[in-house]
């Protein structure tokens, strides 16, 4: 079989595999590429993509590198594809902004759009950020900003066997995914990364199970159905071995018990679930990092008192606040020094202005020089600040060298600004860790003792 798009993408688009679409800057569509020989529903072009940029025939989004700008087709809709085209469409109706429809040519309302079908959309190569930000919700998710901190965390490196509960929609689950791989197990015996997932909803387990397969994970994503407070974390009864442990879950004090060294003793006989010998589900050589994600101060208490009683150590509690700047550069004038004879950034749109003609100006008695050194008849008067100056040999003669490489460098020119951006889509929530020791058994002292025998 071949491997997920998200962690082994090829350098090109193929056949049944995810795709994402950027429909505009915040506007992302996942799609299932499809390859189809003859007409598919009412569309003589096969496989359609219909958005308010145009027409899509996948045929034309296949074999092409990740990344490549796709121009509309014109295509032949018939009338029922026309009335699919236009529901599609309206369905579609964008929650975007003027940058987006600054973004594609005839965007201004759908049915311009259709008229024109001009527009244009990149195809991405999946990654668990952009499937986060375009993924199906069926419950509250967990975003880039936490994840990423949370995996770090909890010290996911590739080869890493984690526990995960609850799946959800399955957004961290493809974050844990990435982090963890170290190539597909072989064989039942082969230790690879691995994400060991829970969900006791039934519906959601099932629809986690179809992405997982759909995105070939299932080699490295085991999902169990099951209610973790009761049954625990065995996986098809089996320990999955974790050091590493995420729950988002509504009372995560419930789960702990499970995750100990030794047979808890507040196991109940209805919590026993599948684990009737009591096997823990962590790697007893290895210390295991968890955290724990709620949205209350309420619940982290409960969390952390559990956690206390069940001899987790180095317990902390983190919540993200995360700030996307944007930066950019002012491009009128710029901010090299002004004894070098360069133009300073205006402070204002009068000053803006004033730069504007004074360059205008400058530009034209240029072109005039440039007319009367070289007999050259054409009325230099006609040109204005939008025509750039010949870049003829000739002309270069007469263009001052910049006086040293700084001046090149087009980074030094303009200023560059930053500004917060409206607050990315997050889920805050309060995140504890905290580290349970790996497992010291009698033996392991004996060989301790041996090695570092006391008093000598
Ligand atoms: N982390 C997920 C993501 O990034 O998409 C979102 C998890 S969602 C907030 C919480 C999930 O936990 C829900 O899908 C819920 O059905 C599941 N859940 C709640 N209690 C559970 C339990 N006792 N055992 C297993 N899953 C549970």
């Not at 209610?227 to 995420?246: E, I, M, N």
């Not at 001899?311 to 606040?321: K, N």
């Amino acid at each position: 079989t071949r491997p997920s798009p998200f962690l082994e993408p090829g350098s090109v688009t193929t056949a049944d595999n995810l795709a994402i679409v950027l429909l505009s800057r915040d506007n992302l569509q996942p799609i299932t590429l499809e390859e189809s020989s003859g007409a598919v529903d009412g569309y003589a072009e096969g496989t359609m993509l219909n958005t308010r940029f145009g027409s899509f025939p996948h045929s034309t989004l296949l074999n092409i590198p990740w990344g490549s700008q796709v121009r509309a087709s014109a295509v032949d809709t018939g009338s029922r594809g026309r009335k699919r085209r236009r529901e599609a469409t309206d369905e579609d109706t964008p929650t975007t902004g003027p940058d987006d429809e600054d973004n594609q040519p005839g965007s201004k309302g759908a049915k311009k759009a259709i008229a024109a079908a001009s527009g244009f959309i990149h195809i991405l190569r999946p990654t668990p950020e952009l499937w986060t930000s375009s993924l199906p919700h069926r419950t509250q998710v967990v975003y880039t900003p936490d994840y990423s901190y949370i995996l770090q965390r909890i010290r996911v490196v590739p080869g890493t066997r984690i526990i995960e509960a609850g799946s959800g929609s399955g957004s961290f689950t493809h974050a844990s995914a990435r982090a963890v791989y170290n190539g597909y197990p072989q064989a039942e015996t082969d230790v690879k990364g691995k994400v060991f997932s829970f969900e006791f909803h039934e519906t959601r387990y099932h629809k986690m199970q179809e992405e997982i397969e759909g995105h070939r994970l299932e080699g490295i994503v085991h999902v169990t159905h099951r209610d973790v407070y009761q049954g625990g974390f065995l996986a098809g009864g089996k320990s999955p071995q974790a050091t590493a442990v995420f729950l988002d879950l509504p009372a995560p004090w419930e789960a702990l018990h499970h995750l100990s060294r030794q047979r808890p003793k507040k196991l109940k006989e209805s919590d026993k679930g599948e684990n009737e010998e009591w096997v823990s589900p962590l790697d007893p050589k290895q210390s295991v990092h968890i955290c724990t994600f709620s949205p209350c101060i309420e619940q982290v208490t409960r969390t952390i008192e559990e956690m206390r009683e069940l001899g987790w150590t180095d317990i902390d509690m983190v919540e993200i606040s995360n700030r996307r700047f944007s930066t950019i550069r002012e491009r009128i004038g710029a901010n090299l020094p002004a004894e070098k004879g360069n133009i300073q950034t205006p402070a204002d749109v009068m000053e803006a202005v004033d730069r504007l003609r004074q360059i205008n100006k400058k530009t034209k008695e240029f072109h005039k020089s440039q007319a009367l050194s070289t007999n050259n008849s054409a009325d230099a008067s006609e040109m204005d600040i939008d025509t750039p100056p010949p870049t003829s040999h000739k002309s270069k003669a007469n263009v001052k060298e910049p006086e040293n490489e700084e001046d090149t460098k087009p980074w030094m020119h303009g200023k560059l600004y930053h500004r917060a951006e409206a607050e990315l889509k997050t889920h805050t929530s309060y995140l504890v860790f905290a580290t349970l020791p790996r497992e010291w058994s009698d033996e392991d002292e004996a060989a301790a003792a041996a090695r570092w025998p006391c008093g000598q």
